[in-house]
Nanobody, 129 residues
């Protein structure tokens, strides 16, 4: 069975850190672009950070640039999202997704959500004091 499983979410105080993991089973992440997306209540899903399959190029939304870092460990078939200096507005359900498309730009990875083949179930991140 092909699936992605996120973990690492939870409740954290403002200024704190979390590391989200996205583990794949049934397929190899090496050949896929991976995106982290989030959706807060009443808001549309947005691309947070994405990493390409080809050369590891990354993209970050302006709202997280300088605070979040995406990385991949192909040996563990896992992609991570390190989130530092968390803010209440980062509260959302975070999803990882995998796409076999070779995107023309790094920004496109985080915008064209319809190009993603596999989605995880999501993990809740709550930033609150």
């Amino acid at each position: 069975q092909l699936q992605l499983v996120e973990s690492g979410g939870g409740l954290v105080q403002p200024g704190g850190s979390l590391r989200l993991s996205c583990a794949a089973s049934g397929f190899t992440l090496d050949y896929y672009a991976i995106g982290w997306f989030r959706q807060a209540p009443g808001k549309e899903r947005e691309g947070v950070s994405c990493i390409s399959s080809s050369d590891g190029s990354t993209y970050y939304a302006d709202s997280v640039k300088g605070r979040f870092t995406i990385s991949r460990d192909n040996a563990k078939n896992t992609v991570y999202l390190q989130m530092n200096s968390l803010k209440p507005e980062d509260t959302a359900v975070y999803y990882c997704a995998a796409s076999s498309i070779l995107f023309t730009t790094v920004q496109a990875m985080c915008v064209r959500t319809y190009e993603y083949d596999y989605w995880g179930q999501g993990t809740q991140v709550t930033v609150s004091s």
